[in-house]
């Protein structure tokens, strides 16, 4: 089935350690995106893709960067001048930017700080 | 984008239809009602979306107010499985990349 894959589903960072979060999509969107939620709150965008080898930086992208080298992935490096990572972190990804486009999102990756 | 009110709170019993309202009052002609659920600790799913008329699909149906005032989302059987926050939310129909930003939702919860 055509979906949104994103890996590990739970990660742990020490401090000073950088990771990366895998997004990965197979249903050949153009635009992809990561957001971050935490508890009892709304999303959050950090990057955003439209195209491959193209991404712009969310409302809040300091602390983290991505590539897009391939249509299909998206991923995502949590760094560690992020200070406060801790987070449910959601990859999306939609056929166009417009309005009547829906973002579809992976079940998502949670990363705690040990 | 527009702002929108949904109730914090539902009870629905299960195999009844659960109707979720939402207002957006302010609501632009060029904005898009769309409808997402989060299950706890899953990511978000679209559930359905629409401009004027009423929609349907195999998870719900959408139904607009004549003044696009208001909506209300319709799961016709509701199950045990559809437990979950509800979120209604608006989107510019054109201008570029758009994010999606989620309200505080309504918490549905089906009872047996």
């Known amino acids: 089935d055509g979906g949104i894959t994103q890996s590990p589903k739970y990660l742990f960072r020490k401090e000073g350690q950088n990771v990366t979060l895998s997004c990965e999509q197979n249903l050949n969107h153009d635009a992809m995106y990561w957001y971050r939620q935490d508890p009892g709150q709304g999303l959050r965008l950090i990057y955003y893709?439209?195209?491959?080898?193209?991404?712009q930086k969310g409302d809040i992208a300091e602390g983290y960067s991505v590539s897009r080298e391939k249509k299909e992935s998206f991923p995502l490096t949590v760094t560690s001048a992020q200070k406060n990572p801790t987070a449910f972190y959601l990859c999306?990804?939609?056929?166009?930017?417009?309005?009547?486009?829906?973002?579809?999102f992976g079940d998502g990756t949670r990363l705690s700080i040990l | 984008d527009a702002k929108t009110t949904q109730p914090t709170s539902m009870d629905c019993a299960e195999g009844r239809a659960a109707n979720l309202p939402c207002n957006h009052s302010?609501?632009?002609?060029?904005?898009?009602v769309y409808w997402y659920r989060q299950i706890h600790s899953q990511g978000p799913q679209y559930i359905i979306h629409?401009?004027?008329n009423n929609e349907t699909n195999e998870m719900a149906s959408l139904i607009i107010t004549e003044d696009r005032k208001s909506s209300t989302l319709i799961l016709p059987h509701a199950t045990l499985r559809d437990t979950a926050v509800y979120y209604c939310?608006?989107?510019?129909?054109?201008?570029?990349?758009?994010?999606?930003?989620f309200g505080t939702g309504t918490k549905l919860q089906v009872i047996p």
């Open positions: 999306a990804s939609s056929s166009g930017q417009g309005g009547n486009q829906p973002q579809h």
């Open positions: 629409g401009l004027k």
């Open positions: 302010t609501i632009s002609g060029n904005e898009y």
């Open positions: 893709s439209q195209i491959v080898n193209d991404f």
């Open positions: 939310i608006v989107r510019v129909a054109a201008g570029g990349y758009q994010k999606v930003t």
